[in-house]
Structures are given as structure tokens and as C-alpha cells.
Nanobody, 117 residues
Framework: QVQLVESGGGLVQAGGSLRLSCAAS????????MGWSRQAPGKQRELLAV???????SYADSVKGRFTISRDDAKKTVYLQMDNLNPEDAAVYYC???????????WGPGTQVTVSL
């Protein structure tokens, strides 16, 4: 069974920081690209950051310079460090895994991030 479980969400003041974690099981983590997306109420899901199986990151323009994605293959965990948060960052944040060979994609259930003024 494939399972992705996000954690680290919560309430933070504007300008503050959070670090999200996503623990994976049931997949060969080293041959999966990992990523983070978010979805606010009434909006489409937005891809924020991906990091490939070789550790190469890429970012959406909306979070470039503020968010940092990283991975720990030994722990089968991907992280999203979020700095200088603003109310527009409030959303449910989702982790995903994509198999490099299979292209099969799995999603976690999400974790809520709330940003207060």
C-alpha cells in the first residue's frame, strides 16, 4: 500500500515560517520524483515545487525565493521549508510522488496551512 502523510501544517502569522514534511511508504522512494502543491478554497490546485530523484529542485514563480524543497532518501521524506508566509499562502498543502519509470503519481491527504495578518 502506498501512503504519503503530510505533517507540519498549522497557524502562522504573516511573515513567519513553517516546515512541512511528507513521509512516504510503499514506494521505492529513490526512483520517485517528489513534489508539493496547494489548493485554497475555490481555487485550482497549484504545483509549487518538485525535486527529482537526483535531488534537483524546481519552483513555481509564486514561491521562488521563499520556499525550499528538499528530500532525505534514507528517511523517505520530502520537506517544504516555507519562509515569509503571507495570507495568500493559506491553503491545504499536498505532497505527491511520481515514479520516474512508471510515471504513476500518488497524493497525500493534505495538511492545512493558515496564515493570519
Amino acid at each position: 500500500q502506498v501512503q504519503l502523510v503530510e505533517s507540519g501544517g498549522g497557524l502562522v502569522q504573516a511573515g513567519g515560517s513553517l516546515r512541512l514534511s511528507c513521509a512516504a511508504s510503499g514506494i521505492d522512494f529513490r526512483v520517485n520524483d517528489m513534489g508539493w502543491s496547494r489548493q485554497a478554497p475555490g481555487k485550482q490546485r497549484e504545483l509549487l515545487a518538485v525535486i527529482d530523484n537526483n535531488g534537483r529542485p524546481s519552483y513555481a514563480d509564486s514561491v521562488k525565493g521563499r520556499f525550499t524543497i528538499s528530500r532525505d532518501d534514507a528517511k523517505k521524506t520530502v520537506y517544504l521549508q516555507m519562509d515569509n508566509l503571507n495570507p495568500e499562502d493559506a491553503a491545504v498543502y499536498y505532497c505527491h510522488a511520481r515514479g520516474v519509470l512508471t510515471t504513476k503519481t500518488y497524493w497525500g491527504p493534505g495538511t492545512q496551512v493558515t496564515v493570519s495578518l
